[in-house]
């Protein structure tokens, strides 16, 4: 793929901060809150995700002067280029469906492994490496299938209590299951290595299920916003199992503080993996999400069922307990204020496309 670059606007004299998956999701989020702050962005992304393309040209509305953007893939020249010219590193892009990569098993390896590689290559070669975030997934820790669990009419709950209080600990061990599980859990690994054994100051991020304003959900990726996208179209929504699941949703604002606080305080976070998400006060299940959207459109949702997705987790929720302190955060946004204001959102923005494809190489999660 050939690299387009944007009219440059980045000074030469502030290295900026480069975003992976710029124009996705979480990516454009913290573009649009560094730009806000008065950072210099420069945006990589393929646009390879229908809609994302929308995003990247907003971002360079809001912020002519501060935000560039490099239309490539990860696995480019081009991105490994980038990475050299940059302050800071916030790895988004990557393959981020459990079913794609059942599918095509090597695509998912190429993207996630390779594609962080070659950026961490880059890092290493310079004089001074840049700060590298990357945002990994809990599905570095499998199943969880050995998690005793309690069953309630809406939700699933640990048997044990301080798991119940407190969530998923970083000492829980790591097992990759499916071929998504297994590509991100060995990027995580690389990176925490290339801090460890090559001096690259990197931290890896272990991300629950992030919502909020800019997600295209898919039944693949970003289920919280699929489930709305569906209610307010009044089409019907399918529950993969039984709905009891678990996880702690996290609004995309409290996301976006993490990484900036982060980028200015790399030495609290190098070399370490952190658990991000809502925490237990934002533990939900997707009954009781589905529950609130029905009362959001004001009206009964229809829903199936179908059969478990290989390697899903009856209960995950994030103890976010090191990463707080090591940073200061502000409380999280309540579950529910959260998902109203992602209606409203979707409400007001332009209609969501209603293709589920799943992102590649180059999209943000």
Request: proline share 6%; with cysteine; aromatic share 6%.
């Amino acid at each position: 793929m050939k690299a387009v670059v944007a009219p440059a606007v980045i000074g030469e004299k502030e290295n900026p901060v480069l975003i992976t998956g710029g124009a996705g999701f979480i990516g454009s989020n913290l573009a649009n809150r560094l730009a806000r702050s008065g950072k210099k962005v420069l945006v990589i992304d393929s646009l390879a995700r229908p809609g994302v393309e929308e995003n990247a040209a907003e971002l360079k509305r809001l912020h002519p002067r501060n935000i560039s953007v490099l239309i490539t893939d990860v696995r480019n020249e081009a991105a490994a280029e980038a990475v050299t010219q940059a302050s800071a590193v916030v790895h988004f892009a990557a393959q981020v469906a459990v079913t794609t990569s059942i599918e095509r098993p090597l695509e998912d390896f190429d993207i996630n492994v390779r594609g962080t590689l070659n950026l961490l290559e880059a890092a290493r070669s310079c004089c001074k490496p840049p700060t590298f975030l990357f945002a990994s997934t809990n599905k570095v820790y499998g199943d969880l299938a050995e998690v005793e669990l309690e069953q309630t009419r809406l939700a699933y709950r640990p048997a044990d209590e301080h798991l119940r209080a407190h969530g998923i600990g970083e000492s829980r061990p790591l097992s990759f299951h499916t071929p998504y599980g297994c590509s991100k859990g060995a990027a995580d690994q690389y990176v925490l290595d290339y801090a460890r054994t090559l001096g690259v100051p990197a931290a890896v991020f272990r991300m629950s299920c992030i919502y909020g304003p800019r997600q295209l959900g898919t039944e693949d990726q970003g289920w919280v916003a699929h489930f709305l996208i569906k209610a307010l179209q009044g089409a019907p929504i399918t529950i993969y199992g039984d709905g009891r699941q678990v996880r702690d949703v996290m609004f995309v604002e409290d996301t976006t503080e993490v990484y900036a606080r982060a980028i200015e305080r790399p030495s609290f976070v190098a070399g370490r993996a952190f658990n991000v998400g809502g925490g237990p006060e934002n533990a939900v299940s997707l009954i009781q999400v589905l529950n609130h959207i029905g009362r959001i459109v004001g009206r009964p949702l229809e829903i199936s069922h179908s059969h478990w997705r290989a390697g899903d987790q009856r209960y995950y929720v994030s103890d976010t307990r090191s990463l707080r302190s090591k940073i200061e955060l502000s409380p999280p946004t309540p579950w529910k204020t959260g998902v109203s204001l992602l209606a409203q959102w979707l409400k007001e923005a332009r209609p969501p496309p209603r293709r589920d494809d799943a992102m590649i190489a180059g999209d943000a999660r």
